[in-house]
């Protein structure tokens, strides 16, 4: 059953067509607007595959282990660090790393301090970041928060309210429910965050913190639990990526399980055969391949299927043996995943660290 998602980008291939023909040097970048539905008495797995607009793109000048330094002038030193202004990211178009993207932790002038899981810019596991004239671009873009897809205050909120932080468990309200892909375990406890009235976006551990501004990371779904029968619509009106995108896997010692959860990055729909979940390059797949059916090893877990209810169990399981895809001994290569919803990876200790890469949207005329 497809997610119940509409989004019109119609005028926006014709407007790239119209670019082409008439070789514009620069052009507005195609936007389009996303409707998420989450159905009512039920928690719906979403996802935003459009984008905010960029700050800044420009070229790398130099590297060093935890920070970047882009070849651009009069960047307000901090204009991209964390606050209630939202989060940034910086994301290599370019390079070794292409597609990669890195929560930017501040800025002192085009110098930027990235959090890089421990991993050394210098020499990183996909390659050297190229510096200087011919330095590879990056784009710093900020992350969709909160409250511009749920809404910032009283009036524009689409969630049901708490009437005060202490009139009860927040998870008897509507919520958004944010994966914690950072953490070891599997079916971690999410960070849960309601809208309390007169006071905004506050979360179960830290009711007296503003939640407002919590990035909504690209490619990584979240969870709308919708108390009352009747569904909820958000809109969303942004930027169509262009560019790949790629997500990090952690590595796992051996027995160290983790759930990962994931989205596709661009709006459009991808057959499982052709999501790159799985690849024969070790180093850009996300999921490793099971010797047979009694002997599964990495899953991709789906819970989304037009089902009502709260905390259900997954719905699909499809995982890779030899090269093809299967849901138990049924061949799943055409499954499709859908953009604008998301799914679980379960994945199994005793593994490297890796990166999924997802290629740059095709548009089909």
């Not at 008439?22 to 928690?43: Q, Y």
């Not at 375990?185 to 979360?203: C, D, H, M, N, Q």
């Amino acid at each position: 059953m497809k997610t119940p998602i509409r989004i019109f980008i119609g005028f926006l291939l014709f407007g790239l067509a119209e670019v082409l023909r008439a070789e514009v040097v620069a052009a507005t970048p195609p936007a389009g607007c996303l409707k998420l539905t989450a159905r009512g008495a039920s928690d719906s797995m979403l996802s935003a595959p459009l984008l905010r607009r960029a700050a800044l793109l420009a070229r790398v000048a130099a590297v060093s282990q935890g920070t970047i330094t882009l070849a651009a002038d009069d960047v307000a030193d901090d204009a991209f660090a964390p606050g209630l202004g939202g989060s940034y990211y910086a994301q290599f178009i370019t390079g070794e790393l292409e597609g990669l993207c890195f929560p930017i932790l501040g800025n002192y002038g085009s110098e930027l301090s990235l959090a890089t899981d421990g991993e050394d810019l210098r020499s990183h596991p996909l390659g050297a970041i190229a510096a200087g004239e011919a330095g590879d671009l990056v784009r710093v873009r900020p992350y969709w928060a909160v409250s511009d897809v749920f809404g910032a205050d009283d009036a524009t909120r689409s969630l049901d309210p708490i009437e005060a932080p202490e009139s009860g468990p927040y998870l008897a309200s509507d919520a958004v429910m944010l994966p914690d892909n950072g953490a070891a375990g599997t079916e971690k406890r999410p960070l849960v965050i309601s809208y309390v009235t007169g006071a905004g976006w506050r979360s179960t551990g830290s009711p007296s913190d503003d939640f407002a501004a919590q990035p909504l990371p690209p490619g990584v779904p979240f969870i709308v639990r919708r108390q009352r029968p009747e569904p909820v619509e958000m809109v969303l009106v942004g930027y169509v990526a262009q560019e790949a995108f790629r997500l990090r896997m952690p590595a796992l010692a051996p027995g160290e399980d983790r759930d990962v959860a994931v989205a596709l990055a661009h709006p459009v729909d991808k057959r499982l055969a052709d999501s790159r979940l799985f690849s024969a390059d070790g180093l850009q797949r996300a999921i490793d391949a099971s010797p047979d059916p009694l002997n599964l090893r990495d899953l991709v877990l789906e819970f989304d299927a037009g089902r009502r209810g709260f905390a259900l169990p997954p719905a699909r399981r499809f995982c890779v043996i030899g090269t093809g895809w299967f849901e138990t001994d049924v061949a799943a290569d055409d499954h499709v995943l859908r953009f604008g919803a998301g799914c679980l990876l379960r994945l199994r200790g005793g593994r490297p660290v890796r990166y999924w890469m997802q290629g740059a949207p095709v548009w089909n005329p």
